[in-house]
């Protein structure tokens, strides 16, 4: 007789809509550790040199100069894994002083905190650095970028979306005009990152049940920024809502 049994199937099954939705947040995570990385050291370099110009232009501010020299040696602590150390010497500047000098310790406190999992004293942290930003694009932007990212790990999706919304309506300026990137004449965005952040609005916003706002900026997250990771993941997302792209 014949055998008409069927061959077992080694096709894995599709992801359900719900599993795709997680798998979007737990990349989103992911890429925003690795992303603040890289923003935390950029910040680093063109915040002490702001600190050093600062000390020389007004060395008469001894406060000013000893909050300079206690980030720069919590900086080296850092960078010889004595991360305690680097985290007392932060904490002692925001104690003891205010300012730019300040809003650096508070950032690097805050993304200290936020790898510990402590997301609401990461927040605090945050929100000192933006207190302190001075109008620094570097600064100001990383803190809002950390608001937002702990708002969302405790789930206020609301204020999320206002840090993000402040984040990008501060920042953003590209456009993404074919004409005028052909001949390279498209304005900048003033820090970097914000193909992220525009990601981030469009997972927070779905959160909030705002599906036609969270198309509206999955799309333009595709104009503005076409090459990045996060045009990707909004096509796909857009996809799974019915949307052409």
């Keep these: 007789m014949a055998d008409n049994r069927q061959t077992p199937s080694n096709e894995i099954p599709a992801a359900s809509v719900e599993d ?71 904490e002692k500047v925001l104690t003891d002083f205010s300012g730019i000098e300040s809003g650096k310790a508070a950032l690097q406190l805050g993304d200290f905190y936020y790898a510990k999992a402590d997301y609401a004293k990461a927040l605090g942290k945050f929100e000192r ?4 930003s001075k109008g620094l694009p570097l600064l100001e932007g990383g ?24 984040l990008l309506g501060s920042f953003q300026r590209m456009t993404g005009s074919a004409e005028a990137r052909a001949t390279e004449t498209e304005p900048q965005d003033l820090v970097p990152g914000l193909s992220q952040a525009m990601w981030q609005l469009v997972l927070v916003q779905e959160k909030l ?20 990771r996060e045009a990707g993941e909004a096509a796909r997302w857009l996809a799974m809502n019915g949307q052409a792209v």
């Excluded at 650095?129 to 302190?132: G, K, M, S, Y």
């Excluded at 803190?143 to 402040?166: D, F, N, P, W």
Aim: one cysteine or more; glycine letters at 6%; aromatic letters at 12%.
């Design 209 to 228: 049940g705002r599906t036609d706002d969270a198309v509206r900026n999955a799309q333009t997250l595709r104009k503005l920024y076409p090459a990045s």
């Design 143 to 166: 803190a809002l970028r950390g608001v937002a990212a702990c708002q969302i790990q405790l789930q206020k999706y609301a204020e999320a979306e206002t840090a993000l919304k402040s």
């Design 129 to 132: 650095a933006r207190q302190e």
């Design 20 to 90: 795709r939705a997680v798998e979007f947040w737990y990349a989103l995570a992911d890429s925003w550790k690795k992303n603040q990385a890289t923003w935390l050291t950029v910040l680093a370099v063109v915040a002490c040199a702001a600190g050093a110009w600062g000390f020389w232009a007004w060395k008469s501010q001894d406060a000013q100069d000893k909050a300079h020299r206690l980030v720069g040696r919590a900086y080296i602590y850092m960078e010889n894994g004595r991360g305690d150390s680097a985290v007392a010497l932060f």
